[in-house]
């Protein structure tokens, strides 16, 4: 019985990296969506932790697809490389970060300069 248990949280942490790299998402941006730690996922999707229902439940929920999805899949007849959308999409999404991260340095530099100037005068 217990090697079953461990085939089983095996063959779904399996599953969950599956779908993890079909949506082009790091273990952090899982752990972050789901709450948790990210080595707390990643003992998930190795398999070392035993996954109840409820995780089950969140971590299809996070995917859009059911618990029995995830349940049943065979990682082996699902493509393994993300795809070059999604790819696309977190490099988008990076990017978009660092452009906001960017402005939001011009925007403090530009405020230090002005009261620079003002302190001159």
């Known amino acids: 019985m217990n090697e079953l248990k461990k085939k089983t ?18 273990q952090e941006d899982v752990a972050n969506r789901l709450g948790i730690s990210i080595p707390a996922f990643s003992k998930i999707e190795t398999g070392v932790t035993d996954i109840n229902l409820s995780r ?42 660092e452009i906001a991260t960017l402005q939001r340095k011009v925007i403090l530099l530009y405020e230090e300069l002005r009261n620079k100037t003002s302190m001159a005068v």
């Open 56 to 97: 089950l439940e969140q971590i299809a929920n996070v995917f859009e697809v059911s618990v029995v999805y995830l349940l049943s899949m065979d990682a082996s007849d699902v493509e393994h490389e993300p795809s070059h959308l999604s790819i696309a999409q977190k490099k988008l999404i990076d990017r978009e970060a």
């Open 9 to 26: 949280n095996k063959s779904v942490g399996m599953n969950i990296r599956t779908m993890r790299h079909q949506h082009g998402w790091s």
